[in-house]
């Protein structure tokens, strides 16, 4: 079964890549290494999820933002490959970073929305290793933001 198929399989739809606002690059290859920049939080209607977890946001919804992230993440390496996610060798790690109060202390529970659903596209290509980090703001407000590094054949 090929990505795209395991895709449609899930039920999943793809956003698309966005080029980035400021003085960066969206994605980044060194080698066979591909870089893709910080994903926010934003739902399927091109909203930003907003909110600090642990106040505005429970788990569950940080989990569901942090998914939107991985599909962002997704979507940029598919644009970064040429649209051919078959190009994609191993998912080496994420770096979530969670907008939250200071006693919320289950950041990687929100950034298992992340790591799951690079899973469950890529398979065991899609373990990974990541961290999962409080902070107590992120851009225009956004509630989770992640990064991840790509072996790309």
Do not use: W
Not at 8 to 29: C, H, I, M, Q, R
Not at 86 to 102: D, I, P, R, Y
Not at 122 to 128: E, L, P, S, T
Request: with cysteine.
């Amino acid at each position: 079964m090929t990505i795209e198929n395991k895709i449609k399989e899930l039920g999943l739809t793809l956003p698309n890549a966005t080029d980035p606002v400021g003085s960066y690059l969206a994605t980044k290859f060194v080698g066979k290494i591909l870089y893709i920049s910080g994903q926010i939080s934003i739902n399927e209607k091109g909203e930003l999820i907003k909110g600090k977890l642990g106040k505005d946001l429970k788990t569950e919804e940080g989990y569901e933002a942090a998914k939107r992230c991985g599909l962002s993440i997704v979507s940029q390496v598919k644009k970064a490959c040429g649209d051919d996610l078959s190009k994609v060798k191993s998912c080496v790690k994420l770096t979530g970073f969670v907008n939250s109060t200071e006693d919320f202390t289950e950041q990687p529970k929100v950034i298992n929305g992340a790591s799951e659903l690079i899973v469950s596209i890529f398979g065991d290509a899609g373990m990974h290793t990541r961290a999962a980090v409080s902070t107590n703001s992120l851009p225009l407000g956004v509630s989770v933001e992640v990064d991840a590094i790509f072996e790309i054949n």
